[in-house]
């Protein structure tokens, strides 16, 4: 079975910090993706960043940066230089490469970004 | 590239009737498009994986009479909500990853459906 984590309903974070969203996952495919969404209120789901477990670097991608630990199963967003456009929810999801590219997400974080 | 276009963004319909949402690949060939649901404040739920040229497989739970897929064609499936009724009512959203595309660019999203039944 296939599971993502995501334990903090809700984070607050001071414009131009940085923050760490959790997300840890379990899955017994060998072969999987790690991927991170922004939503804002507006609905649309934004890709962010990408991480595959065979990946040796962890990713990045401009602000994001993704924290891969394989042996703890956790894949934690970190977001540096928070702006106020960085509000929004933020889901971590899993895609094992064996299931037809199906996706598992995770519960989400409520991110908001105090000026 | 790789632009999902979802419409309608939202729907207000009547109890009873039915609501068709498409979804639609501008700018590449989605051989497989996938159908979720948001309660509010949740996460996605997978309904169904919609296959161009063939049925759709869905998830557990979802019933196949209710929520019709159709993937006629490699740029467009639709979802119809038959006999809508007030427990319906959520936002509804779609994505495709294009093919042959790195699954490293992530599956594409559309914007979305909020769907209200009254």
């Known amino acids: 079975a296939q599971k993502i984590t995501q334990t903090q309903p809700g984070m607050f974070v001071q414009e131009k910090e940085a923050v760490t969203l959790d997300c840890t996952y379990d899955t017994s495919d060998p072969s999987y993706g790690l991927f991170w969404y922004k939503q804002p209120s507006s609905g649309e789901m934004i890709f962010l960043i990408y991480?595959?477990?065979?990946?040796?670097q962890n990713a990045t991608e401009g602000r994001y940066s993704l924290n891969f630990q394989k042996a703890r199963k956790s894949a934690n967003l970190v977001i540096s230089a928070s702006q106020l456009g960085d509000s929004a929810m933020y889901f971590c999801?899993?895609?094992?490469?064996?299931?037809?590219?199906?996706?598992?997400f995770g519960t989400g974080t409520s991110l908001t970004v105090i000026p | 590239g790789a632009v999902v276009s979802q419409h309608p963004s939202w729907v207000i319909c009547k109890s009873g009737t039915s609501v068709k949402i498409e979804c639609r690949s501008l700018d590449f060939q989605a051989t497989t498009m996938f159908w979720y649901r948001q309660f509010p404040k949740q996460s996605l739920m997978l309904m169904a994986t919609s296959n161009e040229g063939s049925k759709a497989t869905y998830e557990q739970g979802v019933e196949k009479d209710k929520f019709l897929i159709n993937h006629a064609s490699l740029t467009l499936s639709t979802l119809t909500v038959t006999s809508a009724h007030p427990e319906d009512s959520s936002f509804y959203i779609c994505s495709a990853k294009a093919h042959g595309r790195q699954i490293g660019y992530g599956y594409t999203f559309g914007s979305g459906t909020r769907l209200t039944v009254v």
């Open positions: 991480q595959g477990s065979y990946d040796q």
């Open positions: 999801a899993m895609s094992p490469t064996n299931t037809g590219n199906q996706f598992y």
